[in-house]
């Protein structure tokens, strides 16, 4: 059976900045969950980092693969250079995706950690920018493929086409995001 690396705040867990959680209620991830499939990580709060915690973004719109190159920096919305926790936050989810051989991964997108098609501009101003963060940067470096929570069908369909996963749960879904 094939573990999916998770992001913990779709599983309902309060680790986001804001103290909240980005709950997604779909039949396919409680599907998985039920599995024993998923493997959550909140890679800021692996890292260190306080629940809550001041908003983060990559400068200037950089993506996550500038972050892990030097070229790019992660500051808080004070100024603040958070980047050494958001790499090592990177890595840490890079190590449980390893011991649990996950090769897929369901990410929140917009996080400067694990967004996977979006990110914030950098300027705090809400401003998304088509990127990557950092986790899902240095996953996809390593073959693991990463998928945003608003494409959970595509990564059934994955599953589905190497045989990790039963056939009908490709099928379309019913999915909720909550705040």
Known sequence: MQKIL??????GRPVRYDG??????????????AEGR????????????????????????AGGAAVLDGRARIRDDA????????????????AAARDAGCRYALLTDGS???????????????????????????LETQGIRVFA????????????EDGSAPTEQARPNRTTLRP
């Open 38 to 61: 998923l493997v959550p990580v909140c890679p800021e709060v692996m890292a260190g980092l306080p629940t809550p915690r001041p908003p983060a973004e990559i400068e200037a719109g």
């Open 112 to 138: 400067p950690s694990c967004g996977a098609t979006f990110i914030y501009g950098g300027a705090f101003d809400g401003r998304r920018v088509g990127g990557q963060g950092v986790v899902t940067a240095l």
């Open 79 to 94: 100024g603040g250079d958070v980047t050494a926790a958001f790499r090592a936050g990177a890595e840490a989810a890079l």
């Open 20 to 33: 909240g959680s980005k709950r997604l209620d779909d039949t396919l991830l409680d599907a998985w969950k």
């Open 149 to 160: 929570e608003h494409q959970i069908a595509d990564l059934a369909h994955a599953l589905a």
């Open 6 to 11: 998770v992001s913990a705040c779709l599983l």
